[in-house]
């Protein structure tokens, strides 16, 4: 009788250890998650890393203490209940913070501040599920002992080693399965459901002795499979609003794209390709042209400068627009774009036809480091979010592209800069001219109360003209003011007015600090000026 009592008990104990597996590897998918699901308010930075990490190890400290206090003062059938019952009310605990974060994370953008808010939207997502699921290792620890399966630290060694590697097992799975796949505010969901499942599984095969104990666990794991499962299926309709529509979207390592159409005041639809609320490509959908003026100014303005080019490279591709621009002109263009789902979008839905152009699934810094032909102009449009990562913004990676282009070839840059600090362009205008030896700007200078400046920076290994006439034969009438504004205000950028402004490289990279008050700015602008609901990823 002895031998199956111990051999039940070791039974149960095994079970319960497969539990806090399960609970340490979604911790940290909730984690991976709340960063992404939270980014389209708050902005990719720093700030919201520090929030997370915060909040876990403030949630893991709470749950590791209470955790504790309750395994000293509880009776052992006490123990496995609490045990039980904690990872099974956490669904119900993720499902109203899915219900309420839409709502709650654009107020606080938009009201309290990106700093204050990140942190407390990180409270609501990660608060109640952290402090939870983390009181389950003292108390699995405390019931080893009390059951003779471990003796001191061996036993706790042993309940955190088994939870540390299911964080991982957690994170990889989050990131290469959820992620890639499955909008985030459904992934939350999904990793809820799946908690609920296992403590309802493990109850029914190593319930508590106590019945009453057992059927609560049951029937909590029950509700909180329910609702985050009916959320999952019967979300309120975040695809449609007064004025546009959600055409698909598309869950990405690089955040989920949106392909959203328009009506536009004049009676005409437009297509944009929305990453976090931000457009990247815009289209009249009835002709298919380019509605971002800055395309044309981008294109006409390199070819201007060397007319005879007759192959180019563009680095970053979303709607797929500028490669498609080029090949209708005759160029050769190779087309590169860290994001696979990016060509996929463009030909279904901007009209890219991958035809007589290469294109490349790569990061725009190993393309550089290993380019392989020379180009008359390269092309680089290149964001993640509002800025370009910051690794691409470095005199190394320049360098790199300089290597790619032919000695009378031309580097043709669209950037968005502050107009409020003048810093970070001149940063970036000090990176170029640490590689090139000229440099020519063309903006478009916006009203005074516009937080960004659309622009376009022309680099080369020789002299560039000091006036040249941009070609707008092929601008559609509705571009051409803002084609005009940017070509009428060419300007020489020269080396002896940055002297004190020091080039960023990849060892002394401080470009984020310098554009961090710069996108935090436009980052609330972009919340209070979209819709919530094309926000929520």
């Not at 560039?464 to 571009?479: A, G, I, K, R």
């Amino acid at each position: 009788m002895a031998g199956k009592k111990y051999s039940k008990m070791n039974h149960s104990y095994l079970s319960y250890l497969l539990l806090i597996f399960c609970s340490g590897g979604i911790i940290l998918g909730l984690e991976v998650l709340a960063s992404r699901i939270m980014s389209p308010y708050f902005g990719v930075s720093l700030y919201i890393w520090a929030g997370i990490l915060s909040i876990t190890l403030i949630g893991l400290s709470l749950g590791y203490y209470f955790g504790g206090i309750m395994a000293r003062r509880i009776k052992t059938e006490s123990v496995v209940y609490y045990f039980l019952l904690f990872p099974a009310i956490t669904p119900i605990a993720i499902f109203l913070s899915r219900i309420i974060y839409p709502d709650l994370f654009h107020y606080l953008a938009a009201s309290i501040g990106l700093i204050v808010g990140s942190f407390i939207g990180c409270m609501v997502l990660l608060g109640v599920p952290l402090i939870l699921l983390s009181s389950m290792n003292p108390l699995l620890i405390a019931l080893g002992q009390s059951q003779a399966h471990s003796q001191g630290d061996g036993g706790a060694g042993r309940v955190f080693g088994i939870s540390t590697i299911g964080s991982v097992a957690g994170v990889i799975g989050t990131a290469f399965i959820l992620i890639p796949n499955i909008p985030n505010s459904k992934g939350i969901l999904i990793l809820a459901v799946l908690l609920g499942l296992l403590a309802l599984l493990t109850t029914l095969i190593s319930p508590p002795d106590n019945k009453r104990y057992k059927y609560n666990v049951i029937i909590a794991s029950l509700i909180g499979i329910t609702l985050c499962t009916g959320s999952l299926f019967f979300q309120r309709n975040n695809q449609e609003g007064a004025n546009w529509h959600v055409v698909e979207e598309f869950p990405s390592f690089f955040n989920t794209i949106k392909v959203v159409d328009y009506k536009t005041d004049r009676g005409s639809k437009e297509r944009v390709y929305m990453q976090e609320g931000i457009p990247q490509s815009v289209i009249d959908i009835t002709t298919g042209e380019s509605l971002l003026g800055v395309n044309y100014t981008l294109l006409n303005s390199a070819i201007s400068v060397h007319p005879k080019a007759e192959s180019a490279l563009v680095l970053g591709v979303a709607g797929g627009l500028v490669p498609v621009m080029l090949k209708e002109r005759g160029f050769q263009v190779d087309a590169v774009d860290v994001n696979k789902k990016s060509f996929f979008i463009a030909e279904k839905y901007f009209n890219f036809n991958p035809e007589g152009i290469t294109t490349y699934i790569e990061d725009a810094r190993t393309f550089a480091n290993n380019c392989p032909k020379s180009y008359d102009i390269v092309y680089v449009d290149l964001y993640h979010s509002i800025a370009p990562p910051d690794y691409l913004m470095t005199r190394e990676f320049f360098y790199s592209l300089s290597q790619c282009i032919n000695p009378n070839g031309i580097l043709a840059m669209n950037t968005v800069q502050s107009t409020l600090n003048s810093r970070p362009l001149k940063l970036l205008q000090s990176t170029l001219l640490s590689v090139f030896t000229d440099l020519v700007m063309l903006r478009n200078i916006p009203d005074p109360e516009i937080l960004e400046d659309n622009m376009i920076l022309l680099a080369s290994l020789h002299n560039l003209p000091d006036n040249f006439d941009v070609d707008s034969t092929d601008v559609p009438e509705p571009m051409k003011n803002i084609f005009q504004k940017m070509v009428s205000s060419i300007s020489n950028i020269y080396k002896k007015d940055l002297l004190d402004i020091r080039p960023v490289t990849d060892d002394m990279n401080d470009i984020l600090s310098v554009y961090r008050e710069y996108m935090m700015e436009v980052r609330r602008e972009i919340v209070l000026n979209t819709d919530k609901e094309l926000l929520l990823n």
